[in-house]
C-alpha cells in the first residue's frame, strides 16, 4: 500500500481549497493513507503568525487529524537526506520534504515545479503532482 506525504502547499489547498487540486490528488486525500510532516505544521504556523496565510479556525493540529492525515514526525535521517539532495531545491523545508519522502518510501504529493523537475530523478515514481 502507498503512503503519501503532502508537500505543505498541498496540504493549505487541501484545507483551504480542494478544488485547486487535480481529482486524482483528491481521490487520494479522500481515500489513502496520507501523512503531513510536523515541519509542514511549523511553516504554516510561522505564516499565520505573520498574517500571510489565513487557516481555518481552531487548532492546525485538530484540523489536519480531522481531515485524516497521520503526522509525521522528524527523524535525523530526514535532514540527512534533505542535505545530501544538494541545490535541488532553494527552500530548506522543501529539501527536507523530499529527503522524508525518499527516506520513508513516501510518495510526495506537490505542485512545486521546482520539486517536480528536480526531484524525478531521485524520487521516481515517489512524486506525485497535485
Do not use: C, F
Amino acid at each position: 500500500m502507498k503512503r503519501y506525504l503532502l508537500d505543505t502547499h498541498i496540504l493549505i489547498w487541501a484545507l483551504t481549497q480542494p478544488r485547486r487540486l487535480s481529482t486524482r490528488a483528491r481521490q487520494v486525500l479522500e481515500y489513502e493513507d496520507v501523512h503531513v510532516s510536523v515541519l509542514s505544521l511549523w511553516e504554516m504556523l510561522v505564516k499565520q503568525e505573520r498574517r500571510r496565510l489565513p487557516l481555518p479556525d481552531g487548532s492546525l493540529v485538530n484540523v489536519v487529524e480531522k481531515a485524516g492525515a497521520r503526522w509525521l514526525a522528524l527523524h535525523p535521517a530526514h535532514a540527512e537526506a534533505g542535505l545530501s539532495l544538494g541545490a535541488l531545491h532553494g527552500d530548506p523545508i522543501d529539501r527536507m520534504l523530499v529527503g522524508t519522502a525518499r527516506v520513508e518510501r513516501m510518495v510526495l504529493m506537490t505542485r512545486d515545479e521546482q520539486i517536480l523537475e528536480r526531484a524525478a530523478p531521485i524520487l521516481g515514481e515517489l512524486l506525485m503532482e497535485a
